[in-house]
């Protein structure tokens, strides 16, 4: 990362697109490795937007296969296989037999093991094993072994589940088999180090032991009686004052602890919901737990590809971070749980950690406000020559699945089908709508403030034709309405402001 970022600087002042467009791309996969995902998708799409600005066809592959990668590691398998098949086909006959090729093979196989269509994940993982075999690829082969053994177990082949775990397991100890080496030996050398220090260290304070019994035998013959009491006395002022040097360093101490505590658990509840950071404190591990009436809201980019080529990175990580403080701030306004950003998206539920009331009616409401906040911001930029993001909502209400995941760098995560179909509604909304589906539209039917435009069936990937509606906020509320619906303050001033 050191010498990429420093190669950047040098790129950039000689002012050679090419060997930018390059570095930048390498920068993209050295963050990918350091598991800065979100970073690492900006950098893999300027370095597309490059290389097609430039016409230089040759690299469109391995860009589209990087960025298929890079999606599949955030979990959005359709996307990823999306650009992965387009890497496919821009392949040239040239290419097709090369180490890129087999990369992009392989990574398809398991974009496809994870959206579980693991006959087509056999067919490819088993297409760049043979790529990867004539290369000598490692680190390929394990990949495309273990991607083999998964599938297999997923279809109860059994024996060929076996075959393929036992030389998935044998590439592995290949690769790994020298690194245990330099580490076991690098602990031995280390061992043996500490043990010589202790050792010196040992012999060093039984010198200067034998050293001060020396010296204190000598001086007490040569002190007279009254010189013993005159040092003793000072022995003791001298002690006083350390013992009292020493309460007052742990009375620091022990504030520098309550301090750190108390940071710790803020940074703590500033990533889990308190219920679940208490029990993370409590038991060291939370449960995960299936949760009614959650609603699931994505955010999305319109362009956002188009956005990343008229911006520079910071400029464009800059006005990304600016909206998401923004939305941040709203959704911490009506109670809603953040969960994560992936790239350009942001994604929030309401009803979380446990049920609440009209929580669907807070998470539409903070939707229409991230919205009519965007809209602010693109009037305020009208005259500056700046490009101006335009956004897709979608909302859906059903049953999820919360916990926490991983043991370091732990977050607060949802899963289940609810999520991905948010995730649907938001792909077949319009800019500026908030879609939401029949079943959050159930919810918030007959809360005032709210007007809805049916949509119909609306044909979506993987889910069949499903009911939606576009929800826009109301010019104002009627007293029968008010009477009907006490809890509803804040959504009338929100209707009025």
């Not at 579980?116 to 072994?145: H, S, T, V, W």
């Not at 971070?321 to 306004?333: L, Q």
């Not at 607060?412 to 792909?427: F, H, P, S």
Request: aromatic share 6%.
């Amino acid at each position: 990362m050191e010498y990429y970022t420093r190669c950047l600087a040098i790129r950039q002042r000689i002012g050679e697109p090419s060997g930018l467009a390059t570095v930048i791309g390498n920068l993209g996969c050295v963050l990918e490795e350091m598991g800065q995902l979100d970073s690492a998708l900006v950098h893999h799409r300027r370095h597309l937007a490059m290389r097609l600005r430039a016409g230089q066809q040759e690299w469109l592959p391995i860009c589209y296969s990087n960025l298929g990668a890079c999606f599949d590691k955030l979990g959005l398998s359709d996307s990823a296989l999306h650009y992965l098949d387009v890497a496919l086909e821009l392949f040239t006959e040239r290419e097709r037999s090369g180490n890129a090729r087999c990369t992009a093979i392989g990574e398809r196989g398991m974009a496809l093991l994870h959206v579980g269509r693991a006959a087509d994940a056999l067919i490819a993982c088993k297409e760049a094993l043979n790529l990867a075999l004539a290369f000598g690829d490692l680190p390929m082969q394990e990949k495309c072994y273990n991607c083999l053994y998964q599938a297999y177990r997923s279809q109860g082949n059994a024996p060929r589940a076996l075959w393929a775990h036992l030389a998935h397991v044998a590439v592995r100890d290949s690769i790994r088999g020298e690194e245990r080496a330099k580490d076991l030996t690098r602990i031995e050398l280390t061992y043996r180090f500490n043990q010589q220090l202790l050792m010196d260290s040992l012999v060093r304070i039984e010198e200067r032991h034998q050293a001060e019994l020396t010296s204190e035998r000598r001086v007490s013959h040569e002190r007279d009686q009254k010189r013993v009491f005159l040092f003793g006395g000072i022995g003791l002022l001298i002690l006083a004052g350390g013992l009292w040097s020493r309460l007052r360093h742990t009375n620091r101490s022990q504030r520098l602890i309550r301090l750190e505590r108390d940071r710790s658990d803020k940074l703590l509840l500033n990533i889990l919901p308190g219920t679940v950071a208490e029990e993370l404190k409590t038991h060291g591990r939370a449960e995960a737990r299936s949760v009614e009436g959650v609603s699931v809201l994505f955010t999305d980019f319109l362009g956002f590809t188009s956005l990343c080529e008229r911006l520079s990175a910071r400029e464009l990580v800059q006005e990304v971070d600016t909206c998401f403080r923004a939305f941040d701030g709203i959704v911490a306004k009506h109670r809603i749980e953040k969960i994560k950003t992936i790239g350009d998206a942001y994604m929030c539920a309401g009803g979380l950690p446990g049920p609440r009331a009209h929580s669907a009616r807070d998470t539409v409401l903070a939707a229409l406000e991230m919205q009519e906040w965007l809209s602010r911001r693109a009037a305020s930029q009208n005259s500056q020559p700046k490009p101006i993001f335009a956004m897709r909502v979608g909302i859906h209400t059903g049953q999820v699945v919360a916990g926490i995941v991983g043991d370091s760098k732990f977050q607060y995560d949802i899963w289940g089908d609810t999520v991905n179909t948010a995730a649907r509604l938001e792909n077949a909304g319009i800019a500026g709508e908030v879609n939401i589906s029949a079943a959050t539209y159930e919810e918030i039917k007959d809360c005032p403030g709210f007007t809805f435009t049916p949509r119909g069936l609306v044909e979506v990937k993987g889910k069949g034709a499903l009911q939606m509606y576009y929800v826009r906020r109301a010019l104002q509320t009627s007293p029968a309405d008010q009477a009907a619906h006490p809890g509803s303050e804040e959504v009338r001033d929100a209707t009025l402001t």
